[in-house]
């Protein structure tokens, strides 16, 4: 029976916590400094070790007001998880780390606390090196010579990358919400009249009455603007034409499991030509998927999307990336391209959205997020139509 | 599986439709004393009753379920003010006596329609039917009792009767124990089964009530087309949870083989319905429905066997299936 979906357990972050650990120990270091950023940005090491989404935007710094929007864990080999957050707290119902202390000053906190744990000359791993805020690096530089802090790209990736059971049924879940938002937007395209605007307001809402946690955006690019893969703003006060190609995007999270689901429709009928180029997408998003599986490369996933954009006669026009991997945040490694290396394991789910874009013509991006199983074919997580251009 | 696809909606009517409508009724004649008083009576009753069906209506319209289920808490509650109106005049109106028993059971059910709207108006009317159901149903029976004993003792009273129940356009459905099939053991207790895993199951899957709606309210374009997952699978689980409800139920032996039936026709409705994304419900019928089909088909030749056991077995399952 439909029911909402359990969130992540606090024993398994428990786990998660340990294991950690164990690898920071075996990699030589006292303990890691896990840095998280917004809720809606970049939680996800933080999220993944202490289930606390920082709820509040990043925001300049100020006299006492330091680290808005961030949080930072420290995890020490050897003796309890501290969380500091910002000064808008916690939710102690939800955060799996017992010892939470709010700092104004984030990087006071942060000093402050390594001197209590006798850390503050310690080698220490840094997990998140690309959104511990500069002004924080150099305080600790400043304030703490004899400490250590060591980017550490590995240990936390490496076990967000495979996901387990629970986390898989609320990526499952997640896609549902993505899914009503883009089946809302299709009926209002479909029948024709409407303005962007209109269509991402009422695609939000259906996926927040779907149980969305929230919704990052909702793409809606029309007619030319479709070509743009990311346009500023979400949505204008345009008009949708009948006939034009419609890029829609669906970003969010579901208990803090992100969606991700791009699909392409059109305004009433298509016209052969946009037919044409809509097909060739959904073609090259069905060759990427159908090579999903464990053991094999991303590359070799990304080349099938690519020879059938070329025998479309589109290989010109490919528009970059083409898919990666979600889970906590919206894009999580791997990065679907040619070249890449990476080999598929079980547990990875990876958003496949080979793109076509011919400049102010028209685009098109068909995503799905599979799961990669432990043997045969991907699973597709998203339910809704690949061919939206021909439903309602 | 349209007609299947309907009974949801119908079992809601019908018990709304009970609240706010008269009771059931049927014919005669006979001789002029015993009916004594019945003219005034039934004039002021029928003015009563159209009064009051007219003042219901411009409240809300429970014929619309979709219009229902959208009623805000203080339009139920206006309709509670209209039935305590009712009440009232019902009150100040004196019923002969071979009729006391049955105007009072009308003011019962009177009641009783007050207290399921007072509650529906805190609680949502939808998720409070199934609590009201008993209630209604021995209420309905009272009603029905109290009339057979008013046309034994006055012949005309089933000509008003009639014309009471009429008031809002229809005959009210039978009631178990008086339906056509109630002398066949254990049918009447089935009915109420089905009638109950049917309510049972939208306070199970509440979000089923708007596809529900949606989907039995016009026929000739289906509206699950652009249904995104979330509503096929609250659908779909509906008619799982009613499957489910129905299995706690037992029917009488000559009746099995076709409420197993029933009950695989609601599971395989389900099926389906979770299967119909991007399609839409009717097309995934035609092209997929083949589970559906024959479970449809079974359940159409169990008719026959059940009949041996009870003749009106036709007209119930005409009534449930």
């Known amino acids: 029976m439909f029911e909402d979906v359990p969130p992540i357990s606090a024993e398994e972050i428990r786990g998660r916590q340990q294991l950690v650990r164990e690898a920071a120990a075996a990699a030589g270091y006292d303990g890691l400094v896990v840095v998280g950023r917004s809720f809606y940005d970049r939680p996800g090491d933080l999220a993944y070790l202490t289930n606390h989404f920082p709820p509040f935007p990043t925001t300049v710094f100020s006299e006492g007001n330091r680290g808005m929007g961030h949080a930072i864990l420290l995890l020490p080999v050897l003796g309890e998880p501290v969380l500091l957050t910002d000064a808008r707290k916690h939710r102690p119902d939800l955060v799996v780390v017992d010892d939470v202390r709010a700092a104004g000053d984030l990087g006071i906190g942060l000093i402050e606390l390594l001197k209590e744990t006798y850390l503050e000359d310690a080698n220490l791993g840094l997990v998140g090196d690309d959104i511990l805020p500069a002004a924080i690096d150099r305080q600790l530089l400043t304030e703490l010579p004899g400490l250590t802090l060591e980017p550490e790209p590995n240990i936390v990736a490496k076990l967000r990358a495979i996901k387990s059971p629970s986390e898989l049924a609320l990526l499952r879940r997640a896609a549902l919400c993505a899914d009503a938002a883009l089946m809302t937007a299709n009926a209002m395209i479909r029948r024709g009249g409407v303005t962007e605007r209109e269509v991402c307001a009422e695609a939000i809402a259906a996926a927040m009455r779907a149980g969305a946690d929230f919704v990052r955006y909702f793409r809606v690019h029309s007619g030319p603007w479709s070509a743009y893969g990311s346009r500023w703003p979400q949505a204008m006060d345009r008009t949708i034409e009948p006939g034009e190609i419609v890029a829609l995007d669906a970003i969010g999270a579901y208990q803090g499991y992100g969606f991700d689901v791009n699909r392409t429709t059109v305004c009433g009928e298509p016209n052969a030509e946009s037919r044409r180029l809509l097909e060739t997408t959904q073609n090259a998003t069905e060759a990427a998927v159908a090579q999903i599986r464990a053991g094999v490369t991303v590359a070799t996933v990304a080349d099938a999307a690519v020879d059938v954009m070329k025998r479309g006669q589109y290989g010109d026009y490919f528009a970059g990336m083409m898919g990666h991997g979600i889970g906590l945040e919206t894009v999580e490694l791997p990065y679907l391209k040619i070249d890449e290396p990476t080999i598929l394991q079980p547990g990875m789910v990876i958003c496949v959205e080979p793109g076509l874009s011919i400049p102010d013509v028209a685009g098109a991006a068909i995503e799905q997020e599979v799961i990669v199983p432990k043997s045969g074919p991907a699973e597709i997580i998203t339910p809704t139509p690949t061919n939206l251009w021909e439903v309602g | ?321």
């Open chain 2, 1 to 321: 599986m349209k007609r299947r696809l309907l009974t949801g909606t119908a079992a809601l009517l019908i018990v709304l439709a009970g609240m706010i409508g008269g009771p059931s009724a049927q014919r005669a004649r006979a001789q002029a004393d015993p009916c004594q008083g019945l003219p005034a009576y039934a004039q002021a009753m029928l003015a009563e009753q159209q009064r009051y069906t007219e003042d219901a209506s411009a409240t809300l319209d429970i014929e619309d379920l979709k219009q229902v289920a959208a009623a805000t808490p203080a339009q139920l509650n206006e309709l509670v003010g209209v039935i305590d109106r009712h009440l009232k005049n019902l009150d100040a109106i004196r019923p002969p006596a071979f009729a006391e028993n049955w105007h009072m059971s009308i003011a019962e059910s009177g009641d009783l329609s007050q207290a399921m709207f007072a509650d529906g108006a805190i609680n949502g009317i939808f998720s409070v039917l199934v609590d009201y159901y008993n209630m209604s149903l021995l209420s309905d029976q009272d009603t029905e009792q109290a009339r057979l004993d008013a046309i034994a003792a006055c012949p005309d009273f089933e000509a008003f009767a009639t014309e009471y129940d009429m008031v809002d356009g229809e005959l009210d459905d039978p009631v178990p124990g008086y339906a056509p099939w109630s002398s066949c053991a254990g049918l009447d207790d089935l009915g109420i089964a089905i009638d109950r895993a049917t309510l049972q199951g939208l306070v199970d899957v509440p979000a089923a009530l708007t596809p529900l709606l949606e989907f039995g309210s016009d026929w000739d374009v289906d509206p699950s087309i652009g249904w995104n997952q979330l509503q096929f699978f609250a659908l779909a689980d509906y008619y799982e949870a009613i499957a489910q409800q129905l299995e706690q139920a037992t029917a009488p032996d000559y009746a099995a083989g076709w409420f197993q039936q029933l009950i695989a026709v609601d599971r395989s409705i389900g099926e389906l319905i979770r299967g119909s994304h991007g399609q839409g419900i009717m097309a995934a019928s035609a092209t997929q429905g083949g589970a559906v089909a024959q479970a449809n088909q079974a359940m159409s030749d169990a008719v026959a066997g059940a009949t041996v056991g009870c003749a009106e077995f036709p007209a119930f399952a005409e009534a449930y299936g």
